[in-house]
């Protein structure tokens, strides 16, 4: 089409595996991106959807090449420019915005030297006016305080304002293509919506074209004008987005749809109750903080229980106290005031005091399991240090438990010997729920493990927890941002804001029509399946954020 300004034609990439053979993770994948349009690509992990994006600046990642096809960038072949040229190119004409913007930003550095550097090491503006032009963007973006922000530190702002300033970086050369790699996946749903709608607001204000690379159609279906599915690297559905969500023609777009973040017809069903038992878990006025004194308040009074063989959701934002409050009752942090009781007995504040039997029966799962699974380790070594710590076992009789482990959680025996980064981020989480089923306890605290996860794999996890719920009686707490997935497998839950919890009860209790106003916060924060629903849920959000403060 005349008005395209970025062609890819039956690209194909190619790796190398161990014994030398060549295969294919993209393969003939074709699509136009015009000027002043989105598409998304979407698929789960390993679909190809960064590898795509990545092939849109003339790049491969090390250990895959371009091995056919081509990528024009308004006629320009970008797999046959010089290195120079593509540099010059990729700071210009094209830019990227990481997933991870904590990850991409230089913590030595002001975030202003950061955003303006581009412009200024290329000769197209002076400093001056590159941070002009900042403050622009930073006020185009809604960030507090534009004139100031960018003297900060990346760590000294959050999570959500350090992605729209990578956005800021990102368009401060005026790009003709953005690349958004997975822009909102590590944010909370409330701050999500926010940081989507500036990306959009963004992309329309400029005119720019833009490839967004996500895993949630309910999201991508708020910014893009057409869409692209992925599987296995190769091509399933390519149309308008209306078309795609209204009436998908692929059975794997419809699973995709199924798995989406969206609140569910039912909620979860609590198990019935034939007495009062007594809970196995009960926290009782607990108040925690940082600092020499407790002096940063992070808990202030909490009050709850777990029943055995329940799941607890416990939500909120980012900063609202969840996993301080999963690392007092795990022993990893002091309780200022008030106390943990397991089985009616009061535990010791911290892990150094209490017995090996009480620390195996409260186990932490971790939300990164990438970081929380040494890389140089093999799976079964990292298996077996619970194993014999708790149970005593020789190491031989401990390899063949973490075979039964492994099998327990869905994954072949024969991955005891890879390492962590050989495997996908799904199998990662499985065998992070594997150490804590090693110790065999009686509450696993789950911190956010499905929040880094495409939406199939997340399902995935879920089904298994209740499986194993239902087969070992686990009692679970499950802390998330994501009301929807929190929805899905909670028995009870308990609304965080603060450090103070503002709801709790039964599902239907604490989610009812007049629900506590944060409650309804996050409820308005879960995206449906329709084009228009951003702009909408964008107006309720700061309605309900006035009203609360």
């Known amino acids: 089409m005349a008005d395209s300004l970025l062609k890819v ?46 092939a849109c600046l003339g790049y491969s990642r090390p250990g895959c090449h371009i091995t056919g096809g081509s990528v024009l960038l308004d006629g320009i072949s970008l797999l046959e420019q010089p290195l120079p040229k593509l540099q010059e190119l990729r700071g210009k004409d094209i830019t990227y915005v990481a997933q991870s913007a904590a990850a991409s930003f230089n913590g030595a550095m002001t975030i202003n030297d950061q955003v303006i550097e581009m412009p200024v090491i290329t000769g197209s503006a002076t400093r001056q006016d590159a941070l002009s032009k900042a403050t622009r963007l930073y006020k185009e973006l809604e960030l507090p305080d534009p004139e100031n922000i960018g003297k900060r530190y990346p760590h ?108 569910p017809e039912e909620f979860h069903a609590p198990p019935l109750v034939t007495a009062q038992e007594p809970p196995l878990l009960d926290v009782r006025n607990v108040s925690a903080g940082y600092g020499p004194k407790h002096e940063f308040i992070a808990l202030r009074g909490i009050d709850l229980t777990v029943k055995s063989g329940e799941t607890v959701g416990v939500i909120g934002e980012s900063g609202s106290g969840k996993t301080t ?41 971790f939300q990164m399991a990438d970081v929380a699974l040494n890389p140089r380790q093999r799976v079964n070594k990292i298996l077996s240090r619970p ?45 992070n729920l594997a150490r804590a089923l090693a110790a065999r306890p009686s509450l696993i605290i789950c911190d956010e493990i499905t929040s880094a996860l ?35 497998i909670s028995d009870r839950i308990a609304v965080m804001r603060h450090g103070e919890i503002v709801a709790q009860g039964l599902v239907d209790e604490v989610l009812t029509q007049d629900c506590h106003e944060y409650t309804q916060l996050l409820l308005n924060s879960v995206p449906e399946m329709r084009t228009d629903w951003l702009d909408e849920a964008v107006t309720r959000r700061r309605k309900l954020i006035a009203a609360l403060s």
Do not use: C
Not at 334 to 358: C, I, P, W, Y
């Open 9 to 54: 034609r039956n690209l194909e990439v190619s790796a190398r595996g161990r014994k030398g053979r060549e295969f294919s993770i993209v393969d003939n994948i074709s699509f136009d991106v015009q000027k002043g349009e989105v598409i998304a690509l979407i698929g789960e992990s390993g679909s190809g959807k960064t590898t795509i994006s990545l």
């Open 156 to 263: 000294q702002v959050s999570g959500g304002q350090l992605q729209r300033l990578m956005a800021a970086m990102a368009m401060i050369s005026d790009p003709r293509l953005l690349i958004l790699d997975e822009p909102t996946t590590a944010l909370d749903v409330t701050t999500q919506i926010e940081v989507l709608h500036a990306f959009k607001t963004l992309i329309q204000n400029h005119n720019a074209s833009a490839i967004y690379v996500t895993h949630d159609l309910s999201l991508v279906a708020q910014v893009a004008d057409h869409i692209l599915v992925l599987k296995d690297g190769k091509m399933v559905e390519y149309g308008a987005t209306e078309q795609i969500i209204s009436v998908p023609r692929n059975d794997y777009t419809r699973e995709l749809m199924a798995a989406t973040h969206l609140m």
């Open 325 to 365: 409050l999963g690392r007092v009752i795990s022993g990893l942090m002091n309780a200022a005031k008030g106390g943990v009781f397991l089985n009616g007995q009061r535990l010791a504040n911290h892990v150094d005091r209490r017995s090996r039997d009480e620390l195996r029966q409260i186990q932490f799962a």
């Open 387 to 431: 194993i014999m710590f708790y149970h005593g076992l020789r190491r031989s009789e401990a390899t063949r438990e973490v075979a039964r482990l492994l099998e327990r959680v869905d994954l072949p025996s024969s991955f005891a010997w890879r390492f962590p980064p050989e495997l996908s981020g799904g199998q990662r989480q499985r065998v």
């Open 454 to 488: 495409d939406t199939i794999v997340a399902q995935q996890i879920l089904d298994l927890l209740e499986s194993l719920q239902d087969d070992l009686g686990l009692s679970y707490m499950f802390i998330t941002h994501d009301i929807a997935t929190v929805t899905r």
